[in-house]
C-alpha cells in the first residue's frame, strides 16, 4: 500500500501531522508492506526567496498584533511539544520553498527523501539557524547522505527537478487538495490535516482493507492546516 504525503517545510502543522501519522504507521500490523512517498506543494509560491522572520508575517497575514502573533505560534509550539517535537518559537523565519523541494526529487532518486525531510524540518522548527540561509541546503543535502557536489549542481540549475515539483502540486490540485499536510492512500482515501493518530490509524486499516474511490476523510473539519491563506492557529 502507498500513502503519499502533500507538504511544504514552511507549515508547521505538517511537522506535526507527519508525527502523528508515524506514530499511527508505527503501530500498524501491515507497516512493513506500506510504502510512504512525499510530494510537493508550496504554501506560497510567490514568496520571496530572502528569509522573513514567522512572527510579523503571521501578524500581516491575519491583521492581528504582534503579541497574538506570538501566542499564536506558541499555541503551534504547544501542538508540536506535546509530539515529543522540538520547536523553536523566538526567532524563526520563512521564505520561498521551491529550492527544498526540488532538492527532495533528487533526494529521493537516491533514497534519501525522508532522510532529508527530516532534515529540512529540523532545521526550519527545531534549530535556531535559519533553514534558509545560504548554502544551508547543501549541508543538509549531504548530512541526508548525498553527494554535496551533486546536490550544489541540482541547486544550480533552476530547471532541475522543477517539472516534478509542478506534477506533485497539478495532482494535488486535481485531487482537491486546497492546503497541507494532505495523506492519499493508495489513490483510494484522502485525510487533510494533521489529525490525530487515530484518525490516521482507521485510515490505514480502511485502504487496507477496501477498495473504493478516494473519499476525503473529515475534510470539511480539517485539524491543523496550512492553505494558501495562512496556517490554523490554535485557539488558546
Request: charged letters at 25%.
Amino acid at each position: 500500500m502507498r500513502v503519499e504525503i502533500w507538504s511544504d517545510i514552511n507549515c508547521p502543522w505538517c511537522y506535526i501531522g507527519k508525527a502523528r501519522f508515524e506514530r499511527a504507521l508505527e503501530r500498524f500490523p501491515h507497516r512493513g508492506d506500506v510504502e510512504v512517498v512525499h510530494r510537493s506543494f508550496e504554501l506560497d509560491p510567490r514568496a520571496p526567496h530572502q528569509a522573513r522572520p514567522v512572527v510579523p508575517l503571521l501578524a500581516a497575514k491575519y491583521g492581528m498584533g504582534l503579541e497574538q502573533a506570538e501566542a499564536a505560534e506558541q499555541g503551534i509550539a504547544d501542538n508540536a511539544q506535546a509530539e515529543g517535537l522540538a520547536y523553536v518559537r523566538a526567532g524563526r523565519d520563512a521564505a520561498n520553498s521551491f529550492d527544498m523541494h526540488r532538492m527532495l526529487h533528487f533526494a529521493a532518486e537516491h533514497g534519501r527523501q525522508a532522510a532529508l525531510l527530516d532534515l529540512l524540518y529540523r532545521a526550519n522548527f527545531a534549530e535556531e539557524a535559519s533553514a534558509f540561509a545560504p548554502g544551508r541546503l547543501v549541508e543538509l543535502a549531504v548530512e541526508a547522505g548525498l553527494d554535496g557536489a551533486q546536490a550544489a549542481r541540482v541547486l544550480a540549475d533552476r530547471q532541475a527537478y522543477a517539472d516534478a515539483v509542478r506534477e506533485d502540486e497539478a495532482t494535488a490540485s486535481a485531487m482537491g487538495a486546497t492546503g497541507v499536510p494532505f495523506f492519499v492512500f493508495d489513490r483510494r482515501l484522502g485525510v487533510s490535516g494533521a489529525q490525530p493518530a487515530d484518525t490516521f490509524t482507521a485510515a490505514l486499516e480502511q485502504a487496507w482493507e477496501s477498495r473504493t474511490v478516494l473519499t476525503p476523510v473529515d475534510a470539511e473539519n480539517a485539524a491543523g492546516a496550512c492553505g494558501p491563506d495562512g496556517c490554523e492557529l490554535p485557539q488558546r
